[in-house]
């Protein structure tokens, strides 16, 4: 459970909103803290895959209120590592980019690097794999081929994703652009697909140009995915930072009143509500940056709950990861942990509730 009370706890959103939005210190009456607390700070950044983000707040704090310089050092050098990691990324992402387009396949990045370009700092985001999406069965089915014959190990995981290793680099491919499960949305979720469709924006790394979704459709990607995770394993904070700078950065291309038509054609507006009222209040987005109105005070603090329990998709949650001599070894307990989550959002997302563990288990008997 999350403490409010809790010093390390408040301090660390406090960074974070000053971090995501390069604002001061809101909460500097927590401070200074010992030597401890920042250790506890940091292993909580750690979990959370925002220790960029944190840092960026840390430097706003005078040189007496910022961590031991023991722990400062360390901290640098991790935020260096990711900005390293993040130039590395967009090789790969190059690399991948001109390798699909000598076999005449144009596939859209998903999340990533694309997400990245909405923050204030991209290079401090810690980027993870790299996702693309073919928009037809047959543009999917020839990228499988043609990595295949490069002879990469792919492997399947249902009709719509694929995996493998690209110099070390994990990429994932996928056939179908939305974690939407409800059967009954499906003809209208290809509707939407194909009226932004055409709106493609572009990613521009030094002269090679990789396509992003349409800012409606990289909204709708993005927490669609974010509540799929939740009916699963969970989801971490990094991606709620991914969905608030979404939001902020696009917040004058996207009408507000034809997204709220469509989380409502959805079935997802509940859940949209309680989500939106964590963005705002734990995470320090503007309200002039939503899409649309607050409905009204949401209690969000039980979503914020799961994510802080779960951290990076679900492996921090100590109750359902299972351990061989102290080290991690996989998920334990899948059907106890989707039930608990099934019963905790079937009041917000009904549908996507019911629908995500019959297409789950249905999909792994596949």
């Known amino acids: 459970m999350i403490m409010l009370g809790n010093k390390e706890i408040t301090v660390f959103f406090s960074l974070l909103r ?6 001061p210190i809101d909460r500097l009456d927590c401070f200074p803290l010992t030597d401890t607390e920042w250790g506890q700070l940091y292993q909580y950044a750690e979990k959370q895959t925002v220790e960029g983000i944190l840092f960026d707040g840390v430097q706003q ?6 961590p031991p310089k023991t722990l400062l050092l360390k901290w640098l050098v991790r935020v260096e590592k990711i900005r390293q990691r993040n130039r590395w990324m967009d090789t790969m992402l190059v690399e991948q980019a001109l390798f699909f387009n000598k076999h005449n396949l144009h596939p859209i990045l998903l999340k990533g690097q694309g997400v990245a370009q909405c923050y204030r700092d991209p290079t401090i985001r ?9 928009d037809s069965p047959a543009a999917f089915a020839e990228a499988n081929e043609q990595v295949h014959k490069l002879g990469l190990q792919l492997s399947s995981s249902g009709k719509y994703n694929s995996s493998y290793a690209w110099k070390g680099c994990a990429v994932d491919q996928h056939g179908k652009l939305f974690d939407i499960h409800n059967p009954f949305v499906q003809g209208y979720v290809g509707q939407l697909e194909s009226a932004y469709g055409d709106n493609k ?5 030094g002269e090679t140009r990789v396509s992003l979704l349409a800012p409606m459709l990289q909204i709708l990607q993005v927490n669609t995915h974010i509540l799929k995770h939740q009916l699963a394993f969970g989801v971490g904070i990094r991606q709620l930072c991914d969905a608030a ?9 996207v009408e507000g009143a034809t997204l709220r038509a469509i989380y409502q ?3 997802l507006l509940n859940w949209v509500h309680v989500f939106h009222q964590l963005l705002v209040d734990f995470l320090g987005l503007d309200r002039d940056k939503l899409p649309f109105e607050l409905n009204k005070q949401q209690n969000c603090t039980w979503m914020m709950e799961d994510c802080w329990t779960a951290g990076n998709f679900g492996f921090h949650d100590e109750n359902y990861i299972r351990q061989e001599n102290g080290l991690f070894s996989g998920r334990k307990s899948t059907f106890k942990k989707i039930w608990a989550n099934f019963w905790k959002y079937l009041p917000y997302a009904p549908m996507e509730a019911i629908s995500f563990p019959i297409m789950h288990y249905r999909a792994k008997a596949d």
Do not use: P, T
Not at 18 to 23: E, K, V
Not at 126 to 134: C, K, R
Not at 201 to 205: D, E, K, P, V
Not at 245 to 253: D, F, N, S, T, V
């Open 61 to 66: 704090l005078e040189a007496g209120m910022q």
């Open 126 to 134: 810690l980027s993870g794999d790299i996702d693309w999406y073919f």
């Open 201 to 205: 924006l572009a990613l521009l790394l």
């Open 265 to 267: 054609k959805l079935n």
């Open 18 to 23: 000053s971090g995501l939005w390069h604002r």
């Open 245 to 253: 700078c979404l939001y902020a950065y696009y917040h004058r291309q």
